[in-house]
Nanobody, 125 residues
Framework: QVQPVESGGGLVRPGDSLRLSCATSGFTLENYSIAWFRQAPGKEREGLSCMRGRQIFYAGSVKGRFTISKDTATKTVHLDMKGLNPGDTGVYYC????????????????????WGKGTPVTVSN
């Protein structure tokens, strides 16, 4: 069974850093597209970063601040976030698709097949 499980969310102050993790099981990471999404209060879910094989893509809003990486041994995908600001507040989701999506599709929630339950991140003083 393919089931991503997110962890690492919490309450942080502006300027802080945070690492989110997505534990995966039931599939081979290299054969899937893995993406991180965020849903802010009252807003639609937006794609932040996508990894397909060795290729990595970032949304403009997080490029240079967020870094996606994977640990093949533990089958975990991480999202390292720095320079957090209140606009980064939301629930962060990890999603997977069985194949390599083109970049534009990887940022669209409707193309992802498997979702975690999300981990909340709040950036506030």
């Amino acid at each position: 069974q393919v089931q991503p499980v997110e962890s690492g969310g919490g309450l942080v102050r502006p300027g802080d850093s945070l690492r989110l993790s997505c534990a995966t099981s039931g599939f081979t990471l290299e054969n899937y597209s893995i993406a991180w999404f965020r849903q802010a209060p009252g807003k639609e879910r937006e794609g932040l970063s996508c990894m397909r094989g060795r290729q990595i893509f970032y949304a403009g809003s997080v490029k240079g601040r967020f870094t996606i990486s994977k640990d093949t041994a533990t089958k975990t995908v991480h999202l390292d976030m720095k320079g957090l600001n209140p606009g980064d507040t939301g629930v962060y989701y990890c999603a997977a698709y069985p194949g390599h999506l083109v970049m534009s599709a990887c940022f669209q929630p409707e193309h992802m097949s498997y979702w975690g339950k999300g981990t909340p991140v709040t950036v506030s003083n």
